[in-house]
C-alpha cells in the first residue's frame, strides 16, 4: 500500500492521514468552520424550487451561494437529483442540528416523516420543503480551506434551500451539511469540516444462523516496524471525542423488562431473554431510541417514499412527453399531463403515523424517564466507583476512566445530563441495546444509574486502546491486520443482524480496541430492530459512511452496514473516508453521483481484498453482501491474529500521550 515510515515496527502514516478529523476539535476554533447559516426561525414554510435544465432556482440565497460554491454548475447539470439529495439532506441535518446551530460533521439521524418534496427535473421542480428557515445569518466569508464540514460556510448569508430535483424534505435552514463525526454536537458548536474523530457507525441485521466466529487472539506478533517520524499531527487525531449526534426518536419503542435472565450462545453472546420486546407505541421495530421517528415502521407500502417515487416517474414520464413536439398529440399529451397533474396535485403524506397500526409518536420525556427507570440500578453510583480521568466527550455526555472502589476492575463510565439530551429516546435504545444483547465483539455494558432523574451514567467495560479511527488516521495496518479488524466487526455484525438489529453508525469511531488487540463495536444509539424482509428508512448515520439508499431515503434493511464498513475497509486503507474533504454538501452529491466510490489503490491491494470491498460497496443492497457471505470470504481468512494489532494500538497511545 504506500510507503509509511515505520517505527518499532508500525507503518505510521506520512500524513496523517486525514487532515481534519471530526472529532478534532481544534478544528473547531477555526472561524471557517462555523457556520454561518442560521438557523430555522419560522418554521414550516415551503418553498418550491425548479430547475431549468441550466440552473436551480427557488432556493433562498444563501443556499443558492452554498450551492455554487460546492457544487459547480457543470456537476448540477450532470445530475440534478444528486443535487436535491444532497440539499435534501444538507437542509435535514441542519434541522436535526438546529440546537447547535453549527453543522457538524457526525451522525444524524433524519426522521423520514419529515419528507416532503417532489420535485421533477423540468423546469418545473417542485419542491416543498418543510421547515426551513432561511434566515440569514451572519455570514462569513468563507474562507473554506477547509471544506467544512459544517458547513459551510460562507456564504454570506443564508436561507433555506431547496433543492430542485428529486425530492427533497424539509429544509432546515440552514445548511450545513452534515459531517462526520465529531463530537458533542450539542455541547459546542461543531465543527466544520469533516473531521475523524471516533468511530461510530451501524448496521442492520438479518437472520442468519449463527456462526462461529473465532477471535483469534494469541500469535505471536511481528515486533512493529519503526518508523520514523510522525508527522505533526492532523486535526483529525480526534482528541477525545466523538461524536455522534443524537437522535432521538419518536415513536416505537420497545420495552425490555427489568432483571432480564440471559441466554448464552456460542461464542459469547447472550441475549436477555426476559428483555423480550415490547412494541409500546407501534408496531414497528425500532429499538428504542433512535428510531423514534415515527417514521418508521413500516416497511410497507404505505410508506411516502414509494409514493414519491411514484410521483417522480410520473413526472419524467411527463417531462419526457413535454419534449416531443408533435403537435397534435402535444395537446393531448398536456392534457394528459393535466390530469395527472390534477390526480397527485398535493403530496400527502401516505398516511398520518397514528394512523399507521401503532402510532408512533415520539415518547415524552416522563415517558422515557419511566422507562430509564425500570432499567437502572438504584443506589448512588459514587459509592461504588471512583472517577478517574475523562476519556472523551461525545455529543450526548462525558466518558470517563473509573476505579471500583472494592478494588475491581477499572471501568469507562459515561455520564449524561439526561434532562438537556435532545433526543431521549436514543440513550433508552443504546441502554437496552446494550444491556439485551451481549457478544464478545460488543463493548459490554456493566450497570447504569440515574441520579436525582438527570446524571445518567452507562458503566461499561473500559477499552483502553481507544478507538479505530486514531489507528487508521495514524497508521498504515497491512490487509492481514485489516482483514482481522474487519472479522471482528462481521462477527459483531452477524450477531446483531441475526438478531434483527441494524447498527447503522459502522465507522471506524465506533469501533474501539483492546490493549490485547479485541475489537468491539460501541455506540448503538442509532440501531433499529427490523423485522426480516422489512425495511425502513429514516436517514441515520453519518454521511461520509451513509449507503446510497440511506443517502437517496429509500427503504433500506440491514445491508447498510455492509455498505459502511466497506467505507471503513476504504478507510483503514486510506486514513480516511471517500470525499472527506470535500464539503458535507459535495460529499453528498459525490456519494448520490458515484454510487460506488473508487478503490484508490486498487493496484495495491491483493485481489481478495478488492474483491472483498467489491462485495460491500455494491449500490444495489439486494446485490450486497450479507455478514456470512463475507465471514467465508476469502480475504476474512487472512486475518491475523488479534495480536497483530497490539503494536499499532500502543503506538498510538504512545503518539497521543507525546501531543501528536
Ligand atoms: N468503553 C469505552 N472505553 C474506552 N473509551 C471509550 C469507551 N466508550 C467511549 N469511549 C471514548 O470516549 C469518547 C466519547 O465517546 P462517546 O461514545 O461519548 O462519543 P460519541 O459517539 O461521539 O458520543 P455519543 O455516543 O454521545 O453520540 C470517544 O473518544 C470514545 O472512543
Not at 118 to 147: A, F, W, Y
Not at 415 to 438: D, G, N
Request: with cysteine; aromatic share 4%; proline share 8%.
Amino acid at each position: 500500500m504506500s510507503t509509511p515510515k515505520e517505527k518499532k515496527g508500525v507503518r505510521i502514516r506520512n500524513l496523517f492521514g486525514r487532515i481534519f478529523s471530526p472529532s478534532d476539535k481544534s478544528s473547531d476554533t477555526s472561524p471557517s468552520s462555523s457556520i454561518d447559516i442560521s438557523q430555522p426561525y419560522n418554521t414550516v414554510h415551503r418553498i418550491h424550487v425548479g430547475y431549468d435544465g441550466q440552473k436551480f432556482s427557488g432556493l433562498p440565497q444563501p443556499w443558492m451561494d452554498m450551492l455554487l460554491r460546492d457544487i459547480s454548475l457543470a456537476d448540477q447539470k450532470k445530475n440534478p437529483s444528486a443535487v436535491v439529495t444532497a440539499l435534501k439532506f444538507y437542509a435535514a441535518s441542519l434541522k436535526e442540528h438546529e440546537q447547535a446551530k453549527f453543522m457538524t460533521p457526525k451522525s444524524v439521524y433524519m426522521a423520514s416523516d419529515e419528507d416532503d418534496v417532489d420535485i421533477t427535473l423540468d423546469g418545473q421542480v417542485t419542491e416543498h420543503l418543510r421547515s426551513l428557515d432561511v434566515k440569514s445569518p451572519s455570514s462569513s466569508n468563507g474562507s473554506r480551506s477547509i471544506p467544512t464540514s459544517s458547513t459551510n460556510q460562507s456564504l454570506s448569508e443564508r436561507e433555506p434551500p431547496s433543492p430542485a430535483p428529486p425530492q427533497l424534505n424539509e429544509v432546515p435552514s440552514v445548511p450545513p451539511p452534515v459531517a462526520p463525526r465529531s463530537s458533542n454536537a450539542h455541547k459546542q458548536p461543531p465543527p466544520l469540516p469533516p473531521q475523524r474523530s471516533e468511530p461510530v457507525l451501524q448496521k442492520i441485521c438479518s437472520n442468519e444462523s449463527e456462526m462461529n466466529a473465532n477471535l483469534g487472539h494469541s500469535a505471536p506478533v511481528k515486533p512493529p516496524r519503526i518508523p520514523p517520524r510522525i508527522p505533526p499531527k492532523p486535526a483529525h487525531l480526534k482528541q477525545a471525542s466523538s461524536s455522534s449526534t443524537s437522535t432521538s426518536s419518536s415513536s416505537p419503542s420497545l420495552l425490555f423488562a427489568s432483571t432480564p435472565a440471559s441466554t448464552s450462545t456460542s461464542d459469547g453472546q447472550t441475549v436477555n431473554n426476559n428483555m423480550a420486546i415490547k412494541t409500546i407505541h407501534s408496531d414497528q421495530n425500532s429499538i428504542g431510541h433512535s428510531l423514534s421517528n415515527g417514521s418508521f415502521g413500516s416497511s410497507t407500502s404505505d410508506d411516502p417514499i414509494e409514493q414519491r417515487s411514484s410521483n417522480k416517474e410520473n413526472h419524467e414520464k411527463t417531462h419526457q412527453n413535454n419534449n416531443n413536439n408533435n403537435n397534435g398529440t402535444q395537446q393531448r399529451l398536456q392534457n394528459q399531463q393535466n390530469q395527472r397533474d390534477e390526480n397527485e396535485p398535493v403530496r400527502v403524506r401516505s398516511q398520518p403515523r397514528e394512523q399507521k397500526g401503532a402510532p408512533s409518536r415520539k415518547m415524552t420525556d416522563n415517558e422515557v424517564l419511566d422507562e430509564l427507570r425500570l432499567i437502572v440500578n438504584c443506589g448512588n453510583p459514587l459509592d461504588k466507583y471512583e472517577t478517574k480521568r475523562q476519556i472523551g466527550v461525545g455529543a450526548s455526555g462525558t466518558v470517563f476512566v473509573a476505579q471500583r472502589r472494592d478494588g475491581g476492575d477499572v471501568v469507562a463510565v459515561k455520564r449524561m445530563a439526561f434532562k438537556s439530551q435532545p433526543k431521549k429516546e436514543m440513550l433508552l435504545t443504546e441502554i437496552k441495546v446494550m444491556q439485551q444483547y451481549k457478544h464478545p465483539n460488543l463493548v459490554n455494558y456493566i450497570e447504569s444509574y440515574l441520579v436525582d432523574a438527570d446524571d445518567l451514567w452507562v458503566v461499561m467495560d473500559y477499552l483502553e486502546g481507544g478507538n479505530l479511527t486514531d489507528v487508521v488516521v495514524k497508521t498504515e495496518l497491512d490487509e492481514g491486520q485489516i482483514s482481522a479488524v474487519l472479522k471482528e466487526c462481521l462477527k459483531a455484525l452477524h450477531f446483531l443482524h441475526s438478531h434483527s438489529i441494524v447498527h447503522r453508525d459502522i465507522k471506524s469511531d465506533n469501533v474501539l480496541l483492546g490493549m490485547d488487540g479485541a475489537v468491539k463495536l460501541t455506540d448503538m444509539g442509532f440501531c433499529a430492530q427490523i423485522q426480516p424482509g422489512s425495511k425502513r428508512d429514516t436517514v441515520v448515520g453519518t454521511p461520509y459512511w451513509m449507503s446510497p439508499e440511506i443517502l437517496n431515503k429509500k427503504k433500506y434493511n440491514y445491508k447498510v452496514d455492509i455498505w459502511s464498513l466497506g467505507i471503513m475497509g476504504l478507510e483503514m486503507i486510506d486514513g480516511e473516508p471517500p470525499y472527506l474533504h470535500e464539503t458535507p454538501l459535495k460529499a453528498i452529491y459525490l456519494i448520490a453521483q458515484n454510487g460506488k466510490p473508487e478503490i484508490k489503490k486498487r493496484n495495491e491491494l491483493s485481489p481478495e481484498f478488492v474483491h472483498f470491498l467489491d462485495r460491500c460497496l455494491v449500490v444495489d443492497p439486494e446485490c450486497r453482501a450479507d455478514t456470512k457471505e463475507l465471514l467465508n470470504h476469502p480475504f476474512i481468512s487472512r486475518a491475523k491474529p488479534l495480536n497483530a494489532l497490539i503494536p499499532y494500538i500502543k503506538a498510538v497511545k504512545e503518539l497521543k500521550e507525546k501531543g501528536k
